[in-house]
C-alpha cells in the first residue's frame, strides 16, 4: 500500500509541478512576439501576476523530487520501474537547476527593473526568462511520463550477476 501512495503522490505532485511550467509555455508565444515590451514588463514584473507561482510553485518542485525520489527507493529492486523512476526524478532535479540557472539569474534583473523607461536589455532578459521556463516545462514534462512509465511498467525483481 506505501509504493501506491507514494507513486499517487508522486504523479500528483509532478503534475502540479508542470501545471504552471505548462502555463508557462502556452502564455509564451504571444508574450514573446505580439506583446510590447511596456506590456511586458508590467504584467510580468509590476502587478505580482507570477507570485503564486512562487509561493505554491516552490514547495510543489521540491516535494515532487523528494516524492520522485522516495518511489525510486521503494522500487530499487523492481525493473525497469526503478529505471524509469530515477530517470524522472533526475529530470525534476534537472528542471529544478535549469530554473536556478537560466530563470532565476533573469528574475533577479526584473527584480531591479522600475517604471519608466524600457531597459536596454529589456529583449534579451524576457528572452532568458521565456525560454527558461519552456526547458523548465519540457524537463517536467518528462519526468511526469518518466514516473507514469515506472508506476505503469511491469515490475521484475532486480538480477543479480
Not at 76 to 85: H, S, Y
Not at 133 to 140: G, N
Request: charged residues 10%; proline residues 7%; aromatic residues 10%.
Amino acid at each position: 500500500m506505501i509504493l501506491y501512495l507514494t507513486a499517487l503522490a508522486s504523479l500528483l505532485l509532478t503534475a502540479l509541478s508542470l501545471g504552471p511550467s505548462f502555463a508557462h509555455v502556452l502564455e509564451a508565444p504571444p508574450r514573446l512576439t505580439v506583446w510590447s515590451p511596456e506590456l511586458w514588463r508590467e504584467a510580468t514584473v509590476f502587478n505580482g501576476q507570477f507570485e503564486l507561482f512562487a509561493r505554491i510553485g516552490s514547495p510543489l518542485d521540491v516535494g515532487a523530487i523528494l516524492m520522485a525520489g522516495l518511489l525510486t527507493c521503494l522500487l530499487a529492486k523492481e525493473r525497469p520501474a526503478f529505471w524509469f523512476a530515477l530517470a524522472g526524478t533526475c529530470l525534476l532535479a534537472l528542471g529544478l537547476m535549469a530554473w536556478f540557472t537560466v530563470v532565476a539569474p533573469a528574475n533577479a534583473v526584473l527584480a531591479s527593473w522600475t517604471p519608466g523607461p524600457v531597459p536596454a536589455d529589456f529583449a534579451s532578459i524576457r528572452l532568458r526568462w521565456e525560454t527558461g521556463h519552456m526547458v523548465v516545462a519540457a524537463a517536467k514534462l518528462l519526468a511526469f511520463a518518466s514516473i507514469s512509465m515506472a508506476v505503469l511498467a511491469p515490475r521484475f525483481p532486480a538480477r543479480h550477476t
